[in-house]
């Protein structure tokens, strides 16, 4: 099995370089040679948990029934609904997962303020179709229109020009509590389009608005921001029409299902909300890292007094193993929470652990007399079945406690299982086989009889 | 050094460990019948944690309570919460759940009673959750051991009875989860500790730890069942044991040098789960000397059969 050290040899220092690289940087930037455009361009930040730098996460729960089944496909689309809403707050790096079949886990990294966005989350989204009068209004624009106010006033836009255009409060003709249904379509020109049907009470007020509004302009906003304004061009009496703008396939039916429901295709409450100021997350940084890196040292302390020349290389070999690691949770990228660092750290515990096996083994045959390069290909075939199963297990207990953290959305009981589950990967090879080369590599260059308390014998 | 022949004595000296803490469960259980043996932090009973630190001088827990019989009312009530202090110039506040309204107004109150104030920390989760967390975990637990049983059945399945090495392990994992239910129990008695998510954690790593050592002795078994056919069962089993010795203590004493560390230096988010951890992965390391290997002598001696008395070694 094990062959070629200098290939090992050149591999490992290969990933050890390309490790540093990823490590010591924030970005990866590698220019193309033939274009403008960069080969790479990636953010390899380390992502911090929300118990770390502080922020709001809430635990929301379709408000329905235990019993009644909730459709994969509602869950999915709340979830992009809620992210649309949470996107608008100008809250950065917003994470919405489904978890489970029945909850949504919300991340607001840095919000302090809980209030503002669980309010905001709560709010349905509102569908209008506004009277514009003669002002056409470009896509996305917010205005402000009566419905909803608290004292509704009804500022005619044909009036004098206002001082300010925001100030302008616009009439609301309808709004989506009218519509009946609504479907994405496309019109001649292959555009998607949303075809709405209103009901009897809103095929009425449609009816009579556009028979006395042709010509002007009629706006289609959600939650106050205009999706599209097109110019009234005939009546709309049989409580049919179609929206359109420029939508993409995805863009229409997001649409189409915010307006089928009014809001969301179920209700949703809150079942969990948690706070985590930002200095109690900077300081929690400091301190793990802290007590990594000492815990770290101590090891390596003790395993080179221990084993000495063997224990020594597998202190590097757990050097190598740390900055293997790292690379990992920037590359993929694994979010870092507390107990997530705290994995990662007891990881180091079981990487030292196959090391441990193989050096035991290794003295046990040099101790009856083996040579060196026998024992040492001894010690790690007679280990390997004990690593294998040992580690496997505890492979075993991630998955299952990985699979409990994403249905009940405990981020922290999830993050502690894809350290550690990573850490004990990345231990396998470096214990395996960086250890292994290092030693050989060692040995080319000593001879063993000469120096047994190099080995701790 | 024979383990094996003072394998009474091992059981011995864990029942020892476990029945104290049996004892707690219990006496956490007549204390608080509705809440059971260990006492649950939020994450499985439900409830509100607010962590407040205040910029001036603390106020008196009782005014802050004042402020949440205020707030409370018949729909959600959070009457009577528990109040900690929390370093020099905070608390912790533990009430029944509450939504985020209720919260800032508590905060708005107790800011006008104390000066402005930072909220370090705030977590609500609704009781119907935490039940089910708390029936997840079980059932997590169990898989977990289930998994790990139906794995080592097939990983010794080169050996007689390798059923048994499963059970064996089961057994010495059901070891450590009663020695730190048991230590939780004892702390949540007489220091309020309250069994989080991060205590769930905790214990299934231990699980996962005490497995993985468990099967580095029961490995050196099975290697050595192969080398030495002629040996009896419980000379091998010994001899087992003492190869492995150097190992399972150097590994031990590894990690708990980075376990140490985090107690240490990690801050108190972790302490109370590091300090669960520490106990665990020692008691591990102990079951699967002392109780694991020896179990599989019993075992194969069948000794329960005759009150547990140890065969004649003439046998």
């Given at each position: 099995?094990?062959?070629?050290?200098?290939?090992?040899?050149?591999?490992?220092?290969?990933?050890?370089?390309?490790?540093?690289?990823?490590?010591?940087?924030?970005?990866?930037?590698?220019?193309?040679?033939?274009?403008?455009?960069?080969?790479?361009?990636?953010?390899?930040?380390?992502?911090?948990?929300?118990?770390?730098?502080?922020?709001?996460q809430t635990l929301l729960e379709a408000d329905v029934p235990a019993d009644r089944v909730v459709k994969a496909?509602d869950m999915t689309?709340a979830k992009?609904?809620l992210?649309?809403?949470?996107?608008?707050?100008?809250?950065?790096?917003?994470?919405m997962q489904v978890a489970g079949d029945r909850r949504i886990v919300a991340?607001?990294?840095?919000?302090?303020?809980?209030?503002?966005?669980v309010?905001?989350l709560k709010?349905?989204?509102?569908?209008?179709?506004?009277?514009?009068?003669?002002?056409?209004?470009?896509?996305?624009?917010?205005?402000?229109?009566?419905?909803?106010?608290?004292?509704?006033?009804?500022?005619?836009?044909?009036?004098?020009?206002?001082?300010?255009?925001?100030?302008?409060?616009?009439?609301?003709?309808?709004?989506?509590?009218?519509?009946?249904?609504?479907?994405?379509?496309?019109?001649?020109?292959?555009?998607?389009?949303?075809?709405?049907?209103?009901?009897?009470?809103?095929?009425?007020?449609?009816?009579?608005?556009?028979?006395?509004?042709?010509?002007?302009?009629?706006?289609?906003?959600?939650?106050?921001?205009?999706?599209?304004?097109?110019?009234?061009?005939?009546?709309?009496?049989?409580?049919?029409?179609?929206?359109?703008?420029?939508?993409?396939?995805?863009?229409?039916?997001?649409?189409?299902?915010?307006?089928?429901?009014?809001?969301l295709p179920i209700p949703i409450k809150i079942v969990e909300s948690r706070?985590?100021?930002?200095?109690?997350?900077?300081?929690?940084?400091?301190?793990?890292?802290?007590?990594?890196?000492?815990?770290?040292?101590?090891?390596?302390?003790?395993?080179?007094?221990?084993?000495?020349?063997?224990?020594?290389?597998?202190?590097?070999?757990?050097?190598?193993?740390?900055?293997?690691?790292?690379?990992?949770?920037?590359?993929?990228?694994?979010?870092?929470?507390?107990?997530?660092?705290?994995?990662?750290?007891?990881?180091?515990?079981?990487?030292?652990?196959?090391?441990?096996?193989?050096?035991?083994?290794?003295?046990?045959?040099?101790?009856?007399?083996?040579?060196?390069?026998?024992?040492?290909?001894?010690?790690?075939?007679?280990?390997?079945?004990?690593?294998?199963?040992?580690?496997?297990?505890?492979?075993?207990?991630?998955?299952?406690?990985?699979?409990?953290?994403?249905t009940f959305g405990a981020?922290?009981?999830?993050?502690?299982?894809?350290?550690?589950?990573?850490?004990?990967?990345?231990?396998?090879?470096?214990?395996?086989?960086?250890?292994?080369?290092?030693?050989?590599?060692?040995?080319?260059?000593?001879?063993?009889?000469?120096?047994?308390?190099?080995?701790?014998? | 050094?024979?383990?094996?022949?003072?394998?009474?004595?091992?059981?011995?000296?864990?029942?020892?460990?476990?029945?104290?803490?049996?004892?707690?469960?219990?006496?956490?259980?007549?204390?608080?019948?509705?809440?059971?043996?260990?006492?649950?932090?939020?994450?499985?009973?439900g409830?509100?944690?607010?962590?407040?630190?205040?910029?001036?001088?603390?106020?008196?827990?009782?005014?802050?309570?004042?402020?949440?019989?205020?707030?409370?009312?018949?729909?959600?009530?959070?009457?009577?919460?528990?109040?900690?202090?929390?370093?020099?110039?905070?608390?912790?506040?533990?009430?029944?759940a509450?939504n985020?309204?209720?919260?800032?107004?508590?905060?708005?109150?107790?800011?006008?009673?104390?000066?402005?104030?930072?909220?370090?920390?705030?977590?609500s989760v609704s009781a119907s959750v935490g039940a089910e967390v708390?029936?997840a975990?079980?059932?997590?637990?169990?898989?977990?051991?289930?998994?790990?049983?139906?794995?080592?059945?097939?990983?010794?399945?080169?050996?007689?009875?390798?059923?048994?090495?499963?059970?064996?392990?089961?057994?010495?994992?059901?070891?450590?989860?009663?020695?730190?239910?048991?230590?939780?129990?004892?702390?949540?008695?007489?220091?309020?500790?309250?069994?989080?998510?991060?205590?769930?954690?905790?214990?299934?790593?231990?699980?996962?730890?005490?497995?993985?050592?468990?099967?580095?002795?029961?490995?050196?078994?099975?290697?050595?069942?192969?080398?030495?056919?002629?040996?009896?069962?419980?000379?091998?089993?010994?001899?087992?044991?003492?190869?492995?010795?150097?190992?399972?203590?150097?590994?031990?004493?590894?990690?708990?040098?980075?376990?140490?560390?985090?107690?240490?230096?990690?801050?108190?988010?972790?302490?109370?789960?590091?300090?669960?951890?520490?106990?665990?992965?020692?008691?591990?390391?102990?079951?699967?000397?002392?109780?694991?290997?020896?179990?599989?002598?019993?075992?194969?001696?069948?000794?329960?059969?005759?009150?547990?008395?140890?065969?004649?070694?003439?046998?």
């Open positions: 099995m094990y062959r070629n050290k200098t290939l090992w040899l050149s591999i490992i220092a290969a990933l050890v370089i390309f490790a540093l690289w990823v490590d010591l940087s924030k970005t990866l930037y590698v220019p193309s040679p033939f274009s403008d455009k960069p080969l790479v361009n990636r953010n390899v930040e380390v992502k911090l948990g929300l118990d770390l730098r502080g922020g709001l496909e689309n992009n609904i992210e649309n809403r949470a996107n608008g707050l100008g809250v950065s790096e917003v994470v991340e607001f990294p840095g919000a302090t303020n809980s209030d503002e966005v309010a905001s709010k349905t989204a509102s569908l209008e179709f506004v009277d514009m009068g003669n002002t056409p209004v470009p896509e996305g624009t917010i205005i402000q229109t009566d419905f909803g106010a608290s004292e509704p006033t009804s500022v005619s836009p044909d009036s004098e020009t206002p001082p300010d255009a925001n100030a302008i409060v616009y009439h609301t003709v309808m709004t989506g509590a009218d519509l009946d249904s609504a479907t994405v379509g496309q019109d001649n020109s292959g555009q998607y389009v949303i075809n709405f049907t209103l009901t009897q009470k809103g095929s009425t007020i449609f009816g009579d608005y556009t028979s006395k509004n042709v010509g002007k302009y009629l706006a289609i906003t959600l939650d106050k921001q205009v999706i599209s304004a097109p110019v009234i061009n005939q009546p709309i009496l049989g409580g049919q029409g179609s929206i359109s703008g420029s939508f993409t396939l995805e863009s229409a039916n997001a649409l189409a299902v915010q307006l089928r429901s009014g809001a706070t985590v100021g930002p200095t109690l997350g900077e300081e929690s940084v400091r301190k793990s890292v802290q007590a990594g890196v000492l815990g770290l040292i101590v090891v390596i302390l003790f395993m080179t007094l221990y084993y000495r020349m063997p224990g020594a290389l597998a202190a590097l070999a757990l050097i190598v193993y740390s900055l293997l690691s790292l690379m990992l949770f920037k590359l993929i990228p694994v979010v870092l929470t507390l107990p997530g660092i705290a994995g990662f750290i007891l990881s180091i515990g079981m990487a030292v652990d196959a090391n441990v096996l193989i050096f035991e083994r290794l003295k046990e045959e040099l101790r009856a007399g083996k040579n060196l390069r026998q024992s040492i290909d001894i010690a790690w075939s007679r280990a390997w079945p004990s690593i294998r199963d040992s580690n496997s297990s505890t492979l075993i207990t991630c998955l299952i406690l990985f699979i409990f953290g994403n981020s922290m009981v999830k993050g502690f299982s894809v350290t550690l589950a990573l850490g004990v990967l990345v231990s396998l090879f470096t214990a395996i086989l960086v250890t292994r080369t290092f030693l050989h590599t060692a040995l080319d260059n000593l001879k063993f009889s000469e120096h047994p308390s190099w080995f701790g014998l | 050094m024979n383990i094996i022949k003072n394998r009474y004595i091992f059981f011995l000296i864990s029942l020892i460990v476990i029945i104290p803490g049996l004892v707690f469960l219990g006496l956490n259980w007549k204390q608080d019948p509705v809440e059971g043996p260990i006492r649950l932090g939020i994450d499985f009973r409830g509100s944690l607010l962590e407040i630190e205040f910029n001036g001088a603390r106020p008196n827990a009782s005014e802050v309570t004042a402020i949440y019989n205020e707030v409370s009312t018949e729909a959600e009530s959070v009457k009577d919460p528990i109040i900690q202090p929390l370093g020099d110039n905070a608390y912790a506040i533990r009430s029944r509450m985020d309204e209720t919260k800032s107004v508590i905060i708005s109150k107790v800011e006008a009673l104390a000066g402005p104030v930072t909220v370090l920390n705030f977590t708390t029936r975990a079980g059932v997590a637990i169990f898989m977990a051991a289930a998994a790990i049983l139906l794995y080592i059945w097939w990983a010794f399945r080169g050996v007689e009875h390798p059923m048994r090495y499963g059970a064996a392990a089961v057994l010495a994992m059901l070891h450590d989860v009663l020695v730190v239910l048991g230590v939780e129990a004892m702390f949540g008695y007489f220091l309020g500790w309250e069994a989080d998510a991060l205590f769930l954690t905790a214990m299934l790593t231990i699980i996962g730890f005490s497995v993985h050592d468990t099967i580095v002795v029961f490995d050196r078994v099975r290697e050595n069942s192969r080398v030495y056919r002629r040996l009896d069962y419980e000379t091998l089993v010994n001899h087992s044991i003492v190869q492995t010795l150097d190992r399972s203590l150097v590994t031990q004493l590894t990690v708990i040098f980075t376990l140490v560390a985090l107690v240490l230096f990690g801050g108190d988010t972790i302490r109370h789960f590091v300090i669960i951890l520490l106990i665990g992965i020692f008691s591990g390391t102990y079951s699967s000397i002392f109780n694991a290997a020896p179990f599989l002598v019993v075992w194969e001696n069948r000794e329960w059969e005759n009150w547990f008395k140890r065969k004649k070694a003439a046998a």
